[in-house]
DNA sequence: GGAACGATTGAT
DNA sequence: TCAATCGTTCCT
């Protein structure tokens, strides 16, 4: 399966916002041992070192180092002691920025997705910033990979998945800095983790 | 060494 | 509404 060439690193050196707006639309592709999955990105968060909700706020440590990295790697940790999640990593080297993936429209894979899931239903598989890396068999091998050039990667819009329109909200399970429109979403999407 | 907590999910 | 489940971080 061909897809477009995927965005390079100097697409995420960039403000954290605008870099979360403009991947609503784009591809993630994850060319597993077990097979090829990709969907149609929907919903992204924005993170950044200066505000409270932040990994990096009070400083860098061993679990959040990818955040001071270069752009365009990916950032994936572990947390409620069972679930995964996965980041884009935007601006400069040093510092701390990244976008979190919610949500995609499951469009290939979608029986490997199944199977890893333990479910059948389509809106169920990757709807969720959990339940898309779990479907995607995303976990800690896939941290700090190159989104340009590793089997994890992430492509840029097509004509066929425009946005028809983005939504900002505030940031879904975070309490500090609440008061931040920091979430986008596709809008009218089924796939949402929940409505925008 | 110990404890509190978490960018969630699925069942009740 | 609540339990599951454990790595990370911070405090003593």
């Known amino acids: 399966m061909e897809f477009i060439d995927p965005l390079p690193p100097f697409f995420y050196d960039r403000e954290v916002t605008s870099v979360a707006r403009d991947l ?8 597993s041992p077990e097979g090829l999955t990709a969907g149609v990105i929907i919903e992204t968060e924005a993170y950044h070192q200066s505000e409270r909700a932040c990994h990096a706020f009070r400083g860098q440590t061993p679990r959040n180092a990818p955040l001071f990295g270069p752009p365009g790697r990916s950032y994936v940790y572990f947390t409620y002691g069972m679930h995964w999640c996965f980041n884009a990593v935007t601006g400069p080297e040093g510092e ?4 979190l993936i919610r949500a995609v429209e499951p469009l290939a894979g979608l029986e490997l997705m199944r199977a890893r899931r333990g479910r059948e239903a389509l809106r169920d598989l990757c709807r969720g910033p959990a339940r898309l890396t779990q479907a995607f068999g ?9 989104l340009h050039s590793s089997r994890l990667r992430i492509h840029p819009r097509t004509p066929l998945h425009l946005p028809a329109g983005i939504e900002v909200s505030p940031r879904i399970g975070v309490r500090a800095a609440k008061d931040l429109l920091w979430r986008f979403t596709l809008i009218g999407s089924r796939f949402l983790s929940r409505p925008g």
């Open 24 to 31: 609503i639309g784009c591809l993630l592709t994850h060319r």
């Open 138 to 146: 995303i976990s800690r091998e896939q941290n700090e990979l190159c």
């Open 96 to 99: 701390a920025a990244a976008v």
